[in-house]
């Protein structure tokens, strides 16, 4: 751990703007928009599950099955079961 800690403030110390990033998607990581202005999407409009960018990566846009308002954002989902896990752990899935 402290060796991490040490090459961390080493590239930062030389200016480099890229430290090591985790493979594994994340909200922070995905670059599908996966929160809308809040009230913005509906049923039957197109989007990113928030759950399924998570799991998935990036997946293409599907037909929103239901939403969520969470911390003044709209999230969108393909199913109620993906619904059910962002309300489960939101901060897994909400963006950052």
Do not use: W
């Not at 751990?1 to 110390?13: C, V």
């Not at 990566?57 to 989902?77: H, N, S």
Request: aromatic share 6%.
């Amino acid at each position: 751990m402290k060796r991490i800690l040490i090459a961390t403030l080493a590239l930062l110390a030389i200016g480099c703007s890229q430290a090591p990033t985790s493979t594994a998607a994340s909200p922070a990581t995905a670059t599908a928009q996966t929160a809308y202005d809040l009230g913005s999407k509906k049923k039957g409009d197109k989007g990113h599950c928030a759950v399924c960018v998570v799991k998935e990566g990036k997946p293409a846009e599907e037909t929103v099955a239901e939403t969520l308002d969470y911390q003044g954002k709209t999230y969108v989902f393909c199913n109620e079961k993906e619904k059910a896990e962002f309300i489960s752990e939101p901060a897994r899935f909400a963006a950052q």
